[in-house]
């Protein structure tokens, strides 16, 4: 629904995700065949989903259940958040966000998700400048700001895992979510 101006109403959005776990050999490079993939790690979850429309100054973060890890209401709420959107934007979404979103839905048995017309932040980037990097860490100081708010792996093992740190690692991702 377009804003009184007439303008679109644009909505911007990243996810993050669990990772797989896997059996094998030795690492480095490698193909990982599905049958090597751990039981109960074998599917990607998406652990939240942060979003603002353009004319607020807002960011929303949604999240799975930190109890159960389970994301089912977070996919409703996000699809109630796309109704309201003329457009919707993200960074690597078309390979990334977009698949790994409409994944769950299918996985969970979700309503289908019903996408308003929808652009690549990463796409345009690469089709308009020859920047010496593309990573968001790069175009935020490019453009004025801090950088990239840091995530290391630790923290999704923690989250997946259940660690002592969980619940600290958990709050750090919703923030990190929350500024890519």
């Not at 490079?29 to 979850?45: A, E, M, S």
């Not at 790069?138 to 290391?152: I, N, T």
Request: charged letters at 30%; hydrophobic letters at 35%; glycine letters at 4%.
């Amino acid at each position: 629904m377009p804003l009184p101006d007439g303008s679109p109403t644009t909505l911007i959005y990243d996810i993050e995700t669990t990772y797989l776990l896997a059996r094998t050999w030795r690492p480095g490079k490698q193909v990982i065949r599905h049958n090597q993939l751990v039981p109960g790690w074998d599917k990607y979850n998406i652990i939240c989903i942060a979003y603002s429309f353009m004319h607020e100054k807002k960011v929303h973060v949604l999240h799975w259940d930190p109890v159960t890890h389970d994301a089912t209401e977070m996919m409703r709420e996000f699809a109630e958040v796309l109704k309201k959107a003329d457009i919707a934007i993200g960074k690597n979404s078309e390979s990334f966000d977009v698949k790994h979103l409409n994944t769950l839905t299918m996985m969970n048995g979700i309503t289908r998700l019903d996408w308003p017309s929808r652009d690549d932040l990463e796409k345009q980037i690469r089709r308009f400048f020859y920047l010496p990097s593309y990573s968001l860490d790069y175009l935020d100081l490019l453009f004025g700001g801090d950088g990239k708010v840091k995530m290391e792996f630790q923290h999704w093992i923690d989250i997946q895992e259940r660690t002592k740190n969980e619940m600290k690692s958990f709050k750090h991702m919703l923030y990190y979510c929350k500024k890519d």
